[in-house]
């Protein structure tokens, strides 16, 4: 703390307010935190293990504990599925071009990996794992960056033996020393301050950058907003038809509104030509397949069951799915939340119907 | 309409039709240029009778809370799909280029989520204070209305904002590049308001102390704040120029760490603890570390330096006037103070000239910057150079990477370059120092 204090200061009159705390007088407002309120949200643990809770997890137990809540996102052993993030590999990489940061290779701190495990994980499930779970959890993720053998049990004793191989990687903001003296208004050139002028580097030849489209979206999705707050009662149909849908004609609008809103399922879901299974199955032809319907998947044991039930995936199905999967299928191994909006879980069954044809 | 031989030729660039159809849209054709003289025969626009200036428009309830006119429609946020697995846990970016002035409109102003936006209503609503403090508390929304209440303009700024960038010119558009800033004018407390009724005299010596910040979501993102910037400007604000905040911007009640990175500008803020150590949470250790070329990082990089960026002309504002009078304008700001002047460079860094600032710089606040010029119809390396009441000038991304190689990901507040050619367009390019 004392490295960077004095930098942090800046005024003597900060100064003055830390040394000299003169508070104001209370306005008594709120009131007295309960003991087990506090309980309730004080969750964060500390880099020298405060807060740990007491408890255990083996790396055995973690293995399939992280395969059930965990892999879909981070691999099976935590390598790290599409854009989501790496959690093992990456030695000896920081100095490398495109270094791999993984709570083996960067992070400093394994009391990070329980706070956050336990805090934000598994996604679309936060908060909801045992203590004893997440300790089994952090083992896992030591083992898979080989810092612990299959045999280890992490505990709130042993917690702080184990030695994280960046701890010593960090120094505190050294801008002050490095750049503050050089970016300066004495070293600012204004004529004559270079020869020549080479283009190095263009934008275009990478060629990234997304197309525009929010330009066309847009002006659509205005007047609808419009509508709806000008005619209140002529909303009120739209719920019903979500309460009972029918196998309408096929609304091309719909649909390509409905291709939107799937952005947020195809993190997990492909659809169309060459789709293959990723965390979840492909969905070309679900809207009226049986549940469970891809046959190379492997389903969680509720939707497996449904399928031997004869349970379809008709319109008014997948609205209640889409609307709270966990609701429908409790044990589903979809963590998404649900999409809150009738109009959107209707445009998106439109978007399914178009990748079913 | 003779004169406008600056927009011939063939056009280039793989992105240059999607951008120019926002212009089109808006009626500012490319062929609606040259002198303005140059009209033969009588406008129809002004000769016949139009629908607008006959029959009548909108009653006063046609939009209660009113939404932007339709031709606007491509002033909108934008996401870059492949930065991030899903959406939920995503960014996306302010469209800088098409405004002006420096207040930036909530529906427009960048997101950043973890576990998506809440809808958290604010009878719902509770703020704990706890840790080392005299009293723990909890307040209610309707308490919190009750505190003497400041109002304060800052830029929000992403660490990783113009990150893409490190390695080399990679995105088409100041929205892409510089889009995840904006910059509002909060109404809220003071947090040392807040600390003061929980009283801090458990706390002791407070040079030493920290106040750990969460927030209610599903990610419960959290972030550790050392005890004097938190009795300094820190702010738990629930208004926005004027208006609730938006649900994606934290609603009801957020966090406002002004100059600081904007992952400390905790959302839908639940906790604030005082602690005798930083937590060195995810977003504080895995996250918002910045590692330089020997493999070694930097730590608890809270301020964001001075930073600025031509935003028009730019790839997604072309020149479709040709030659003749030019407004060049951006934005600048800096964490560590106030924007005291602008260098605006046509020659890719060869001669600098004073820009006009649009009113005098505010501390940690974005300052509009003007230079108006007679364009010659020839191509330009446009570049602006911030300067703050520190003396801190803004680094050309060489001087940068000398420092700090291409690997920190965060604070990269590099000159940036915009290859204006002949026909109006831009495009995103680095130039040789």
Redesign the interface.
């Known amino acids: 703390m004392s490295k960077f204090l004095p930098k942090l200061i800046a005024s003597t009159a900060l100064i003055a307010s830390l040394a000299t705390p003169s508070f104001a007088e209370k306005l008594g407002l709120g009131r007295v935190a309960l003991p087990d309120e506090i309980a309730a949200w004080n969750h964060d643990i500390g880099p020298q293990g405060q807060g740990l809770p007491m408890g255990s997890g083996s790396v055995e137990d973690g293995e399939m504990i992280f395969s059930e809540n965990c892999a879909s996102c981070h691999g099976e052993f935590a390598e790290g599925v599409d854009n989501w993030p790496k959690l093992a590999g990456g030695d000896g990489t920081l100095a490398d071009k495109d270094p791999l940061k993984t709570v083996g290779s960067y992070w400093p701190y394994l009391s990070t990996v329980y706070d956050y495990v336990r805090r934000s994980m598994p996604f679309g499930a936060a908060q909801t794992m045992s203590d004893d779970d997440v300790y089994a959890i952090t083992a896992y993720i030591l083992y898979s960056n080989y810092l612990v053998d299959d045999d280890f049990v992490l505990t709130n004793e042993n917690f702080m033996d184990v030695e994280m191989p960046n701890a010593d990687g960090f120094i505190i903001d050294d801008r002050p020393e490095t750049e503050l003296t050089i970016f300066t208004e004495a070293n600012a050139c204004y004529e004559n301050c270079k020869e020549t002028v080479e283009v190095t580097k263009r934008a275009a030849v990478l060629d990234v950058t997304p197309q525009e489209e929010g330009a066309e979206a847009e002006p659509e999705a205005a007047p609808v907003e419009q509508a709806a707050a000008d005619a209140p009662v002529e909303a009120a149909p739209v719920e019903e038809a979500v309460a009972a849908p029918v196998m309408a004609a096929f609304d091309a609008d719909l649909a390509a509104q409905g291709e939107t809103v799937f952005k947020k399922c195809k993190a997990c879901h492909q659809v169309g030509e060459g789709a293959k299974n990723k965390v979840g199955p492909i969905l070309n032809g679900v809207v009226g397949a049986p549940v469970a319907h891809i046959e190379d998947f492997k389903y969680s044991k509720d939707l497996t069951t449904a399928h031997d039930e004869g349970v379809v995936w008709d319109e008014a199905h997948l609205a209640e799915f889409l609307a709270k999967p966990k609701g429908v299928y409790k044990k589903t191994k979809m963590s998404f939340a649900g999409l809150k909006k009738d109009d959107d879980i209707n445009a998106v069954i439109e978007y399914l119907k178009s990748v079913s044809q | 309409m003779s004169d406008t031989p600056t927009h011939d030729g063939p056009t ?4 240059r039709r ?2 120019l ?2 212009a089109a ?1 808006t009626g500012v054709g490319l062929a609606a240029t040259a002198k303005a003289t140059a009209q033969d025969t009588p406008d129809p626009l002004i000769t016949e009778m139009q629908d607008w200036a006959s029959s009548t428009g909108e009653g006063v309830d ?4 009113g ?2 006119i ?2 606007e ?2 002033v ?7 930065l ?6 995503s960014i996306n970016f302010t469209p800088i280029h098409a405004l002006d002035g420096t207040i930036t409109p909530q529906g427009c102003a960048f997101e950043r989520h ?3 936006a809440i ?1 958290l209503k604010k009878e719902d609503y509770r703020l ?4 080392l403090v005299d ?6 929304y309707a ?1 919190l209305e ?2 003497p209440r400041e109002n304060r303009t800052y830029f929000l700024e992403c660490a990783a904002n113009t990150g893409m960038e490190w390695a ?6 100041s929205q ?1 590049t510089h889009g995840m800033i904006h910059n509002m004018e909060y109404s809220g407390i003071s947090l040392r ?1 807040l600390l ?2 929980a ?2 005299d458990a706390a002791g010596d ?3 102390k920290w106040v ?1 910040v ?1 927030g209610a979501d ?5 972030r550790s704040i ?4 938190a ?2 400007d820190v702010l738990v604000a629930f208004k926005a120029n004027g208006e609730a905040l938006r649900m994606e911007h934290g609603y009801p009640v957020r966090l406002v760490v002004p100059g600081w990175e904007g992952n400390m500008w905790v959302k839908w803020l ?2 604030i ?1 005082v ?1 005798d ?6 977003e504080e ?2 996250k918002y ?1 910045d ?1 330089l ?11 964001m ?1 001075a930073k600025s960026v031509v935003t028009s002309p730019s ?1 997604q504002m072309p020149i479709t006037h040709g030659k003749g009078p030019l407004v060049i304008t951006g934005l600048a700001w800096s964490g560590r103070g106030a924007i005291s002047g602008v ?1 605006v460079s046509i ?7 004073k820009a006009r600032l649009a009113k005098e710089g505010e501390k940690m606040a974005l300052t509009r910057f003007y230079l108006d010029i007679n364009w010659d119809g020839s191509e330009m ?1 446009l570049q602006s ?1 911030a ?1 703050d009441d ?6 050309t991304k060489a ?1 940068l990477r000398e ?1 700090r190689g ?2 920190s990901v965060y604070h990269n507040n590099c000159i940036q370059t915009w ?1 204006v050619k002949e026909n109006g367009e831009s ?7």
């Not at chain 2, 046609?62 to 809370?65: D, E, F, K």
């Not at chain 2, 599903?218 to 959290?222: D, V």
């Open positions: 280039k660039g793989p992105n999607a951008f159809r926002g849209a046609a939009s209660p809370y939404m932007p339709q031709f429609g491509d909108v946020r934008r996401n870059v799909p492949w991030t697995a899903d959406v939920i846990s973890h576990s998506g809808e704990m204070i706890n840790g009293r723990p508390l909890v307040f209610s308490d009750r505190f080399g010119a990679q995105l088409n558009g892409f308001t003061e009724e009283g801090l407070l040079a030493d750990y969460e599903a990610s419960s993102n959290g050392p005890m004097e910037k009795l300094d639940r906790r603890e602690t150590h930083p937590i060195e949470s995810r250790t895995s570390t590692t070329a020997d493999g070694t990082s930097r730590k608890w990089t809270w301020i330096d790839p260098d020659d890719g860094g060869k001669t600098w000239q390396f150079r300067h520190t003396g801190y000038v803004q680094p001087q420092v291409e690997n290859w495009e995103n390019v680095e130039v040789s120092s």
